[in-house]
């Protein structure tokens, strides 16, 4: 069974603090796709990352940084030097034959 | 590029009216379109696979008598909601496939 899961419900941060939301993934494919996407209140998907199973290279993009660790089935991500700007819901998601979200993270970074 | 849309944003109806969605991707053509439903606070959750020129493929528990699913062009899904009910209301979003998935902005359904 294909499963997501991000165990934080909520994080509340103040600006400028780094954050790392989780997320752990269960497959039992060999070939897949993981996704990172940041929802806003307005509701459109914003995507942020993808990687395929067989790039465990982490990625740094800007204030964004993702580390994967299959041995972990772990896909985490981590917003340096936080903004207002970023408070959103994030989602992890994970395809295989359909793509599957996690329950998301809602972030809120006060000023 | 790949832009997909989605109209109307929002639509308030009464109970037991019909409301169709259209999704459209604007600068490509997708063979497949797919169809989410997210509840306040909730996650996405995959409702259909729409295949141009065939029915449409749904998950358990999405009744496919209620949400018609029509993909008759290569750049055009919709969603007919029939006779529609308050537990209806969600947000609904379609995402169109070309290498990934690229979702529309969605639309916010209240059925009063």
């Known amino acids: 069974a294909q499963k997501v899961t991000q165990a934080q419900t909520e994080i509340s941060v103040v600006e400028k603090e780094d954050v790392t939301l989780d997320c752990v993934y269960e497959?039992?494919?060999?070939?897949?796709?993981l996704f990172w996407y940041k929802q806003p209140p307005s509701g459109e998907l914003v995507f942020l990352i993808r990687?395929?199973?067989?790039?465990?290279q982490n990625e740094i993009s800007g204030r964004y940084s993702w580390n994967f660790q299959k041995s972990t089935s772990s896909f985490n991500f981590t917003i340096t030097a936080s903004q207002v700007v970023d408070s959103a819901v994030y989602f992890c998601?994970?395809?295989?034959?359909?793509?599957?979200f996690g329950t998301g993270t809602r972030l809120q970074v006060f000023p | 590029g790949a832009v997909v849309s989605q109209h109307p944003s929002w639509v308030i109806c009464k109970s037991g009216t019909s409301v169709k969605i259209e999704c459209r991707s604007l600068?490509?053509?997708?063979?497949?379109m797919f169809w989410y439903r997210q509840f306040p606070k909730q996650s996405l959750m995959l409702m259909a696979t729409?295949?141009?020129?065939?029915?449409?493929?749904?998950e358990q528990g999405v009744e496919k008598d209620k949400f018609l699913i029509n993909h008759a062009s290569l750049t055009l899904s919709t969603l007919t909601v029939t006779s529609a009910h308050p537990e209806d209301s969600s947000f609904y979003i379609c995402?169109?496939?070309?290498?990934?998935?690229?979702f529309g902005p969605g639309t916010r359904l209240t059925v009063t």
């Open positions: 995402s169109a496939h070309r290498y990934e998935q690229y």
């Open positions: 497959t039992r494919d060999t070939t897949y796709y």
């Open positions: 990687r395929n199973s067989f790039d465990e």
């Open positions: 998601a994970l395809n295989t034959d359909k793509l599957i």
């Open positions: 600068d490509f053509q997708a063979t497949t």
């Open positions: 729409s295949n141009e020129g065939s029915k449409a493929t749904y």
